[in-house]
Structures are given as structure tokens and as C-alpha cells.
């Protein structure tokens, strides 16, 4: 009478904890869904405004720098438009000296222009020396302009790189996730089943175990 006893004492707490595994499942497995770590958008959008906040700066200065240029560029134009009628002026002056040393037969007369002369051919040589560093002025600027224009170019191409990078990867994280979830969901499912079946399993044997105690 003791072992049946004892038997149906330890049947009974089989019965108990197959019951409570069978109708409230398995509250660790399903605490397991919580260890999934999900991208939080917050963390996105921070990377994101680095990324155009660094491009930004770098657009700036070079807009910045660009203006500057522009500016230099204008001087230069309206210095080399200055130097040409300079030139024109300077040319018809000798021009005009050449004429009157041809007509004038005063020798003191003549010997003055030939002074005047000299003197317009050296201003007409350091005009022209003028104007050629102008042009090379204007050359050089223009060339910035072009190297700073590509630079902005280049930089506006690699912050959409930059941004498209960023928006690969939380896609990619995203699917990571959504098929971590999906794969979990599944042994989730598989072992919340196993789990079913066992405690059925156990209530059957219980069950039969009591039947063959009550007849013997």
C-alpha cells in the first residue's frame, strides 16, 4: 500500500508539472524573442547626419572657396581690359611720334622726340610684360575654378556613395534581422511543439501508470 501510495504521489506531480508545460508552455523560450537586438532608427538617422554634415562642410569651403576665385577672376578681367587700352593708347602715341619726327626737320626738336620716344617704347614694353602675367593670371585662376568645380563634383559623388553605403547596410541589417526572426520563430515553433508532444506523452504514460496501480 506504501509504493502505491508513493507511486501515485510522484504520478500525480508528473500529472501536474505535464499540465502546466502542456496549457502555459515554455516561458524561457519565449522570453528568447526579447535577446533579438533591433536597428533603432535613431541610430541610422545619427550616422546619416554625420555623413552629411561632414560633406557639407567640405561643399562649403569649396564654395567659399570658389567665390573667391570668382572675385580674383574679375579683377583680373578688368585690370587686362585697363592694360589693352592702355596699349592702344601707348601704340598710338609712337604712332603719332613716328609721323611727326618723319615731317620735323628741327634737330633739337627731333632729338626730344627721340627721348619721348624711348620712353613710350619702354612703357609700351612693360604694358605688354603687364598684360601677359594678367593672362596668366586669368589662366591659372580659371584652372582653380575648374580643379575646385571637379573637387565638388568628386565630393557630392561620394557623399551619395556615403549615404547609399549607409542605406545598404540598414536595408541589410533589416534582413538580417527579419530572417533571424523568421528562423527563430520556426525552432520557436519546432520546440514549443516538442515540448506539447512531451507533456502529452508524459500524461499518457501517467495515465496508464494510474490504470495499472487502480487494478493491482
Do not use: W
Amino acid at each position: 500500500m506504501n509504493i502505491k501510495i508513493l507511486m501515485t504521489l510522484i504520478l500525480g506531480i508528473i500529472i501536474g508539472i505535464s499540465f502546466t508545460k502542456l496549457f502555459t508552455g515554455n516561458n524561457k523560450e519565449e522570453n528568447l524573442t526579447a535577446t533579438v537586438k533591433v536597428l533603432k532608427p535613431s541610430v541610422l538617422q545619427k550616422t546619416t547626419a554625420n555623413v552629411e554634415f561632414y560633406f557639407e562642410q567640405k561643399i562649403d569651403s569649396l564654395n567659399t572657396n570658389n567665390k573667391l576665385l570668382n572675385k580674383k577672376l574679375g579683377g583680373s578681367r578688368a585690370a587686362l581690359e585697363m592694360a589693352k587700352n592702355k596699349n592702344i593708347v601707348l601704340q598710338t602715341q609712337l604712332y603719332d611720334l613716328i609721323d611727326n619726327n618723319n615731317e620735323s626737320a628741327d634737330t633739337s626738336i627731333e632729338n626730344n622726340k627721340d627721348d619721348v620716344f624711348q620712353d613710350k617704347i619702354i612703357q609700351l614694353i612693360n604694358e605688354n610684360n603687364y598684360k601677359d602675367s594678367l593672362y596668366e593670371n586669368i589662366d591659372s585662376t580659371v584652372t582653380a575654378q575648374v580643379r575646385n568645380k571637379d573637387s565638388t563634383i568628386v565630393l557630392m559623388g561620394d557623399k551619395y556613395d556615403s549615404l547609399k553605403i549607409s542605406f545598404n547596410e540598414s536595408v541589410l541589417q533589416q534582413q538580417l534581422l527579419h530572417d533571424q526572426n523568421k528562423q527563430f520563430k520556426k525552432q520557436f515553433m519546432r520546440q514549443k511543439i516538442k515540448s506539447k508532444l512531451l507533456s502529452v506523452g508524459l500524461l499518457i504514460l501517467s495515465g496508464a501508470a494510474a490504470n495499472y496501480l487502480i487494478q493491482h
